[in-house]
């Protein structure tokens, strides 16, 4: 299905993270997300797309750290 809509509790099944989690991430527009009479709603080509990203930046080392602690 190309437009798929996730509820939350499906996309915090699909990242494997609590509901909580999900839904705090999504006020602080964390993820891509929009509300449909109150209820937070994803498209999962976005969540797909966020996914990628976040696979993107942990590959590439932090800017300025010189791996000393």
Do not use: C
Not at 6 to 22: D, S
Not at 33 to 62: C, H, L, N, S
């Amino acid at each position: 299905m190309p437009d798929e809509i996730l509820t939350l509790p499906e996309v915090a099944k699909l990242l494997k993270v609590a509901e909580k989690t999900v839904y705090t991430m999504a006020q602080k527009s964390e993820l891509p997300a929009f509300k449909v009479r109150g209820q937070w709603r994803f498209k999962r080509v976005d969540i797909d797309a966020w996914i990628e990203r976040q696979k993107a930046a942990a590959a590439r080392p932090d800017e300025g750290d010189d791996g000393q602690a």
